[in-house]
């Protein structure tokens, strides 16, 4: 693959096209999502060639590509072995990635919060329950002390067969928790009520560097995504949330082009709900400023 590399003119702007770029998408979303195609547009403007990719679509020749970017790829965790295949498809041909292969792989799983627990990270507690395992919901229940939790498959987006549960109705839930572990491990957190009286805070950082944050509302549900009537505000983060956050990102031992923090105030401390590497929403819709940044690294990568 060969392309002719320009120098960036006045302000940051090319005096020639470069790229190719492609953002990946799912299929369902084949333009990207709302909040991706600011970004879209932001890079156009700066004279990258850039483009929608849909990351299942084996027709493309993926070795064109200077860059690809995860961004809405939504559907991953629906086929999880079907997307390592496609990040190890993108290492062999040697197509730059962002995030780079080895933090995708990483964080393809959230077991990753029992392993940043383990070294320090205030995270919310996480019983992992294995595939095909024979366990009982109450039983786990009981062992952790919690009498209401949050049940998901470890390899999960958009909230993907989440749902609240409790001692109480343990046996009820138990089909929940079958269903998840005939095809992946399952997750069960204890549920943090002040998700519900605070909020979720998402802290984003690009290029390793505290970038802006939001705060999320849920409505009458559990769960923050706009699809169960979430709300998303922009608000400056407080300092020693966005120091936790940074130590996070720099403990992990994983290169990291964009990523986003997200956690619950637990008695006055941030505590880790997820750390999202591969293809979270960045909320550029709420600080559009954010993707001259982004333009910025893409374009200082691509000039290498």
């Known amino acids: 693959m060969s392309h002719e590399h320009r120098s960036s003119g006045e302000g940051g702007e090319l005096s020639a096209s470069v790229g190719p770029v492609g953002l990946a998408t799912a299929a369902d979303r084949p333009n990207c999502g709302s909040d991706d195609r600011v970004l879209l547009q932001t890079l156009d403007d700066r004279g990258i060639d850039v483009s929608p990719v849909v990351w299942s679509d084996t027709s493309l020749a993926w070795d064109a590509y200077e860059l690809i970017v995860i961004r809405s790829c939504w559907d991953y965790h629906r086929r999880p072995d079907a997307f390592r295949s496609w990040i190890d498809l993108l290492a062999s041909l040697g197509v730059d990635l ?29 019983a992992v329950i294995e595939q095909d395992s024979s366990r009982q919901l109450e039983t786990v229940l009981r062992d952790n002390g919690w009498t209401e939790a949050v049940l998901k498959p470890a390899i999960a987006g958009t909230a993907y067969l989440t749902s609240r549960v409790s001692l109480e109705s343990a046996t009820r839930d138990q089909p929940q928790l079958n269903e998840i572990i005939t095809h992946s491990d399952a997750l069960v957190q204890p549920f943090i009520p002040e998700i519900k009286t605070a909020g979720e805070w998402s802290l984003i950082f690009i290029g390793g560097q505290f970038s802006h944050s939001i705060i999320k509302y849920v409505s009458d549900d559990f769960r923050v995504q706009s699809e169960f009537g979430g709300t998303v505000i922009l608000k400056p983060a407080p300092k020693r949330f966005i120091d936790e956050a940074s130590r996070i990102i720099d403990d992990i031992r994983h290169d990291t082009h964009y990523a986003r923090v997200d956690g619950v105030v637990v008695d006055g401390e941030f505590t880790l709900m997820e750390l999202e590497l591969i293809e979270p929403e960045l909320f550029f819709r709420q600080c559009p400023s954010a993707t001259e940044h982004f333009a910025d690294l893409v374009i200082d990568a691509l000039e290498r």
Request: aromatic letters at 10%; zero cysteines; proline letters at 10%.
């Open 98 to 126: 962002w995030n780079p292969p080895a933090t995708v792989r990483w964080n393809l799983e959230k077991t990753y919060l029992r392993e940043l627990a383990s070294d320090g990270v205030r995270a919310v507690p996480t």
